[in-house]
């Protein structure tokens, strides 16, 4: 079995930073594209940022500038470093994987989440 564990969610003044963390585990052959997503209240599940297994990143518009993901692939985690928070960034924030396991099959695997909540 794949899980993925999310860290690092809290509560955080606006204006603040926090870096939440998303590691793979179980039996993993290969890990190309990893993400954040995440979904506020009353909101829909919305991309954060992703990266490819070479490092290419991609940005919602909303979080460009504020917030980094990086990924060190010799421990299967992502990362995203978000800085600069607001109350608008409230939300759960899940990371996914796009993974092959050991069997060799390839699917997209989610962690259960990580709560942000930034007050102001």
């Known amino acids: 079995q794949v899980q993925l564990v999310e860290s690092g969610g809290g509560l955080v003044l606006s204006g603040g930073s926090l870096r939440l963390s998303c590691q793979a585990s179980?039996?993993?052959?290969?890990?190309?594209?990893m993400g954040w997503y995440r979904q506020g209240p009353g909101q829909q599940r919305e991309l954060v940022a992703s990266?490819?297994?070479?490092?290419?990143?991609n940005y919602a518009d909303s979080v460009k500038d504020r917030f980094t993901i990086s990924r060190d692939n010799a421990k299967n985690t992502v990362y995203l470093d978000m800085n600069n928070l607001k109350p608008e960034d409230t939300a759960v924030y899940s990371c996914?994987?796009?993974?092959?396991?050991?069997?060799?099959?390839?699917?997209?695997?989610w962690g259960k989440g990580t709560l942000v909540v930034v007050s102001s």
């Open positions: 996914n994987a796009d993974l092959m396991s050991g069997d060799f099959s390839i699917k997209v695997y």
């Open positions: 179980g039996s993993i052959f290969s890990i190309y594209d």
């Open positions: 990266i490819t297994n070479s490092g290419t990143t």
